[in-house]
């Protein structure tokens, strides 16, 4: 055959042919390389799955040496600047941008169940005052599993659909809420009459006023936000998601697992490292001495390089649009200096550029969420509302796939062998 790859075991001298589909094989082939019957045959040993696909996905494309993203085969240049959130929410969990009468029945849907059952309420104010808001709605998300007991039922299309709506209109809900109750303040229910951003932002920031309307400008830069996290090929917390969801959990469960792997450092929590990073340099004039830091191995350089990405993350330059019109209204981030000049020595060092250590999408946006006056810990639950769609997009394609199953890693075992056990008795004696 002519796609396939020779396999000579020099163990035994025995060759096998192992074919190739889609630039892919398959893991169950290396199974029958054995040397003798009754032993395993070969495994392929990858930690973090840097070099195994998991799944067939249509959901979003990236080549990181390009510099390319796309949701559904669109760019995300063209869908941060023309579309947005709730329409590309439709793109990737129906496959195809919506028609009107769609995109209308689909809005229609997400406002009619943003509120949340009361006894969910009371569950978050039970929370204690200084509660991190993603463990707050790690563990909302996954209380909603009790409030919808049919969701279980998950060859259901129709169970499925409404599960999905839920999720994508509550969440905003749940995360306002977790944001309110860090500071003491009343929940805010949602009001309907207003975009799905523009009722986020009311719900995170009204107060006394009948009628919160946000600055459109804001709006749109948290809309685009908003857009880019949504969702992101098979990051950890997608990973979470369909490995929990092999089993087949309901959804909530399944999308609670999703943020509890965004709530860590490595995932969800790069862009406060950002934050942190630039108040430590303190100034332009402190900039080269950290990047020597760097290279020594002092210093960590935060928000540049990414697993994928080998090239300028394109979601770091429309975040980069989308900072002029935050700061048009909040006035520029004094941090924003410091970052640009950063940003430029990196680009021109041969230390980074032959390392392909280009800004990522954490660069910029904690800048955008610390001139809205987000507390760090907020900055992880913008991102889970964001990438809410894309974690059901995922889920439902798993469900839906018939070669997945219950996820079940092989292990290689280094640990002791028929050892003998010792009673406590003789043990202890």
């Known amino acids: 055959m002519t796609d396939s790859l020779t396999v000579r075991d020099n163990r035994t001298g025995v060759e096998y042919e192992v074919p190739i589909t889609d630039g892919a094989i398959r893991a169950s082939e290396f199974g029958k390389i054995r040397t003798d019957e009754d032993e395993p045959g070969l495994a392929v040993y990858d930690p973090g799955f840097t070099n195994t696909a998991s799944c067939r996905s249509s959901i979003t494309y990236i080549d990181g040496d390009k510099g390319i993203l796309e949701y559904r085969g669109y760019p995300i240049e063209q869908l941060a ?49 200084d509660a991190h808001p993603m463990g707050m709605l790690m563990a909302s998300v996954g209380a909603l ?19 999905i709506v839920r999720m994508i209109a509550k969440m905003p809900t749940l995360g306002a809420w977790a944001y309110r109750h ?20 009311s719900m995170l920031f009204k107060m006394s006023e009948t009628k919160y ?13 908003l857009i880019l996290h949504a969702d992101h090929e098979q990051n950890c917390s997608a990973n979470a998601v369909r490995s929990v969801g092999s089993s087949q959990v309901d959804p909530y469960s399944a999308v609670a697992a999703g943020v509890g792997a965004l ?30 830091g760097v290279k020594a191995g002092d210093e960590r350089l935060m928000g540049f390089g990414h697993r994928v990405y080998k090239n300028y993350d394109p979601r770091a330059k429309l975040i980069k649009k989308a900072c002029d019109d935050v700061f048009e209204v909040t006035g520029v981030n004094p ?20 390392r392909k250590l280009y800004p990522n999408v954490d660069f ?24 809410t769609p894309g974690w059901l997009a995922q889920w439902l394609e798993l469900v839906q796939d018939k070669e ?24 202890w004696a």
Do not use: C
Request: overall charge negative; cysteine-free.
């Open 364 to 387: 910029y946006s904690g800048l955008i969420y610390e001139a809205l006056e987000f507390p760090p810990e907020m900055f992880t639950v913008l991102f889970a509302i964001g990438r």
């Open 81 to 129: 600047e023309q579309s947005t959130f709730l329409e590309v929410a439709y793109l990737l969990i129906h496959g195809s941008l919506p028609t009107k009468a769609e995109y209308d029945a689909w809005e229609h849907e997400i406002t009619f169940h943003t509120f949340v059952h009361e006894n969910i309420k009371s569950f978050m104010q039970g929370f204690r005052y």
């Open 145 to 163: 599993s009790t409030f919808y007991p049919d969701a279980s039922n998950i060859a259901d299309a129709d169970i499925r659909n409404l599960q």
């Open 335 to 354: 941090l924003l200096e410091i970052a640009q000049e950063l940003e430029k020595i990196a680009l021109e060092d041969e230390y980074f550029v032959k």
């Open 213 to 225: 309307a946000g600055d459109e400008r804001i709006v749109k830069a948290l809309d685009t936000l």
């Open 182 to 201: 860090a500071q003491g303040k009343p929940y805010i229910y949602p009001d309907n009459d207003l975009s799905y951003t523009g009722n986020f932002l």
């Open 263 to 292: 709530y860590g450092p490595l995932h969800g929590g790069a862009n406060e490292a950002v934050l942190k990073m630039l108040k430590r340099i303190g100034s332009k004039e402190n900039i080269p001495a950290f990047i020597e």
């Open 404 to 427: 997945q199953k219950i996820a079940r890693p092989k292990q290689i075992y280094t640990g002791e062998r028929r050892l003998d056990f010792v009673p406590a008795a003789q043990r």
